[in-house]
């Protein structure tokens, strides 16, 4: 009776295994970011609302979905580091450790990853753990790759290739000065040499892309080998991802689409992109969906306790240093996003001032780009200056005659919002982008003179020839860095001076 009952249910079991259908489909989830800059805190948002973001409610939303789904596959598309004092303070060191934390599984190299340039990355990435994917970077005059192109990850029984990239045009934002040791080979070329040579041993192929929306559609219609492009740098919200056709000349990768799924969720970590794949055994994708999951209070509790203490931690140590009073403004100083290429603001004149006053000189010129917010009327704190000023620039001086800085004034009339626009500090004129002439330029009350020298300050960033810093300081006589930071110029204005004065009346006139 036993041994007629042990047939029974083999025989069972063989019918079920051949004759029953089975789902050969497997589902896989990916969850994304891009352009966290640093915002480990909740913040007040615009767009978006009160109260957003933060990285211990991120992780508990991402634990949330782990505990539904089982196995996800967590990437990033760069530019986790940069944008707030818990960049500024530890130097990426925060930012990666509590991104290790939440799980992630790789990011690539946003152009902000080496504001501190690359021995600084390489330090950070190797004490933290975190997983830095980059195809495209090569040692200067080698084929050797300063980060891994690629790493294949198993979730669900599948194999997935993960390459990662930065773009082109990202790759020009970067400091020159810190691009020096290292070469980029063009994004599109390296991604499909890169995709072509794992797709035969992969079931699913990702492109982690620092490029930009635009860019990012590009490579996914020329690389018919990519699946799935997660991309950054542009700070764009697709609500869902984006199927973009590959052209005839792409290749083929019979992936079931036709195509490449563009996805990008925004910035500063409001949202988590979710995408559900369901993938056949022959690796085609028969099913797909995408959205935009804002990262809420409700999901705080979720998160394990170790990344909480974590962010404390950090925070607790920050505050000790960022909450210290400086001085005061008695009227907004504004910088809107939309006019910072345009217009001379009055944030730009408190921040060239703060440089001019530390270095002496006698006038002071910066990019727009690289002030990143305004400050409001009322008590200035610490932390408020580091957030407005917060990359590791110092203040440079170029001993130029009065010649060249009557052409270098020229050149910025032409040029205003090409590539950038220009604050100053010192001189008043007015521009006339028409004619692309300085006029009435005045430096310390006196009229230019062509046969004077003068003592011109920047960021070490156009010093090093970048925002057409090579225009501009072309012919100087000399070349003195301070070792400032600008930051900490500003912040020795504001102390000095307690309270600022107005700084709504600009020092040149933009004609044309």
Request: charged letters at 20%; a negative charge; glycine letters at 10%.
């Amino acid at each position: 009776m036993k041994n007629n009952f042990k047939a029974a249910a083999m025989l069972l079991a063989f019918v079920t295994l051949f004759f029953l259908p089975v789902d050969a489909a497997t589902r896989l989830t990916i969850l994304h970011t891009n352009d966290t800059h640093s915002r480990m805190l909740p913040f007040d948002s615009k767009q978006h609302g009160p109260d957003c973001g933060g990285i211990v409610r991120r992780s508990g939303l991402i634990e949330h979905i782990r505990s539904q789904e089982g196995e996800i596959l967590l990437l990033d598309a760069g530019d986790i580091l940069q944008g707030t004092p818990f960049y500024s303070t530890f130097k990426g060191e925060a930012c990666y450790r509590t991104a290790k934390a939440c799980g992630y599984d790789a990011t690539t190299l946003g152009n902000h990853e080496l504001d501190n340039d690359l021995g600084n990355l390489q330090a950070r990435l190797a004490e933290t753990g975190m997983r830095l994917l980059c195809c495209n970077v090569f040692f200067a005059g080698t084929r050797r790759p300063v980060f891994a192109p690629y790493h294949v990850f198993v979730r669900n029984g599948l194999k997935i290739g993960v390459i990662g990239s930065i773009g082109n045009e990202a790759w020009e934002d970067i400091d020159r000065k810190i691009r020096a040791p290292m070469a980029l080979q063009d994004q599109t070329e390296a991604v499909r040499i890169t995709a072509r040579r794992i797709r035969p041993y992969v079931d699913l192929v990702i492109l982690l892309s620092h490029a930009g929306i635009e860019f990012d559609e590009q490579i996914a219609a020329a690389v018919a080998e990519i699946d799935l492009l997660i991309g950054g740098h542009t700070h764009v919200e697709l609500n869902q991802p984006k199927l973009v056709a590959n052209k005839a000349e792409a290749g083929t990768c019979n992936n079931g689409l036709n195509g490449t799924l563009v996805a990008q969720a925004g910035e500063w970590g409001h949202f988590v992109g979710r995408i559900d794949l369901l993938i056949e055994d022959d690796r085609r994708i028969a099913s797909w969906s995408g959205s935009l999951i804002k990262v809420s209070p409700q999901f705080e509790h979720l998160a394990p306790a170790g990344l909480v203490k974590m962010v404390s931690d950090y925070d607790q140590t920050l505050q000790k240093i960022m909450n210290e009073v400086l001085g005061q403004a008695p009227a907004d100083l504004n910088f809107p996003k939309d006019e910072r290429k345009k217009a001379l603001l009055p944030m730009g004149s408190f921040i060239a001032a703060g440089m001019r006053d530390a270095a002496g000189s006698d006038i002071c010129i910066v990019n727009s780009g690289a002030i990143r917010t305004d400050l409001k009327a009322g008590e200035l704190t610490r932390g408020e200056i580091y957030e407005a000023v917060p990359y590791d620039n110092t203040v440079v001086t170029f001993t130029m005659s009065g010649a060249a800085v009557q052409k270098m004034l020229d050149f910025v009339a032409a040029n205003f919002g090409d590539p950038d626009g220009y604050q100053f500090a010192g001189v008043t004129g007015v521009l006339d982008r028409k004619n692309g002439r300085a006029e009435n330029i005045m430096i310390g009350g006196e009229p230019l003179s062509p046969a004077r020298t003068y003592r011109v300050s920047t960021s070490s960033f156009m010093a090093n020839g970048n925002i057409a810093g090579d225009k501009l300081f072309a012919d100087p006589q000399k070349i003195e860095d301070s070792g400032v930071f600008m930051r900490d110029a500003v912040e020795g204005l504001l102390k000095k001076l307690g309270t600022l004065p107005d700084y709504r009346e600009q020092p040149f006139k933009l004609q044309g």
